[in-house]
């Protein structure tokens, strides 16, 4: 018999031990044990219990997730594990279950999460929202074009004052882009000390002076020779961005810079003389989202012109979410009338941020189709001018 419950602040540390155990990690030493322990929130790490020890465990963290035309509460879901000696026999499960009641108590419509499998979360009814991609470059051929955006300036900063610096120039880097989430001031410590004592860091500055765009990389020597590698690049426009690609690609004595985790729609290769020098070395998921509050979830978004369409959403694990909904440019509602298209509570989450067109997830088999003219219309309800992107992880 398992048994679920909110950890005491005294059991934090097992919890912690006990995840990175669960993904093959040594635990956190003191040092970082103190950065990253202002992580976890009283009251949002759970444990599960068997015959009193601790066997498993999950926490979320208090969020806000941009939606097209505005933001909605999310519960950030992350170090999930469970002990090797109890897996599949249904822990996890337990864990979710818990997780979702409280998710939907503290009045978050979403919760949200990074994979660390893509097979574990879609029985839970949570779906891709957002995905990513990893970058590579060869220095010496990446050449940006003149009429690439260019302006303002980039200087390199010690580490000290990036973490005094980062939190208020990341407010400033497209805040209302959907999939996009906030860092709170704990989650910036607790990143710091998860990234080497190699790390640098570079801040763009705009021309009208204000810091608007950085960069945190680290230099990685192997046997193909130096490589920038680039945790985290983030701007208020394309031109702090592309000054600090500029920057990374100028750097002496580097190869290549890897980056990983960058928007899709990047304008990258179009910056460059010769487009091939940006390969695309992976395509993969990035934020998995779970609307727990259907209604809610859909009504914190806003949505394109066209015709109103009455959708029918399935949901074993949170039956109440199960039903019509007519969605339309004024609004979500329950609905009554009869269903145009039909999906999983999983297919909405891929539709949610405007990731997916509807009409590719109707060719994917995903969406079933009742009326054929519904489908045009939902895919000028949900799509978005910008691909969603999360950028962060937690
Ligand atoms: C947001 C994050 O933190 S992601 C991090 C996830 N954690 C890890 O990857 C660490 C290593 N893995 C683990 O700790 C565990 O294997 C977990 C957490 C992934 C799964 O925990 P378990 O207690 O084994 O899951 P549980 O027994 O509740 O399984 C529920 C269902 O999911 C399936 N399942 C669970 N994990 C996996 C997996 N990795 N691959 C395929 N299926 C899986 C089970 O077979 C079961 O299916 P069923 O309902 O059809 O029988």
Redesign the pocket.
Known sequence: MIDVRALAEAEFRDSVDL?RR??LRRPPTDEEWARRRGMLEPGRVLGAFDGGELV?T?RAASNRLAVPGGRVPAGA??????RAD?????????LVRAQFEDVRQRGEPVAM?????A???E?FGYGVATRHRRVELERARAVFRDDAPRGGRVRVLTREAADLLLPEVYERCAPDRPGRIERARPWWSGTWGFLGEDVLVAVHTGADGVDDGFAVYEPKHGERGTALEVHDLTGADATAVAQLWRFLLGVDLVDRVVAHERPLDEPLEWWLADRRQCRVTEVADDLWVRLVDVLAALRARSYGAADPVVVEVRDAVLPDNAGCYRIGPDGVERSSAAPQLGLDVAALAALYLGDQPVSTLVAAGRVEVRDPAAVAAADRLFGTAVTPWCGTGF
């Open positions: 995840f669960a993904l498993g999950a879901v992350t170090a999930v594990g469970v109890h897996t599949r026999r249904g822990v996890l499960r337990a999460l990074h994979a660390t499998e097979v574990i979360y029985r």
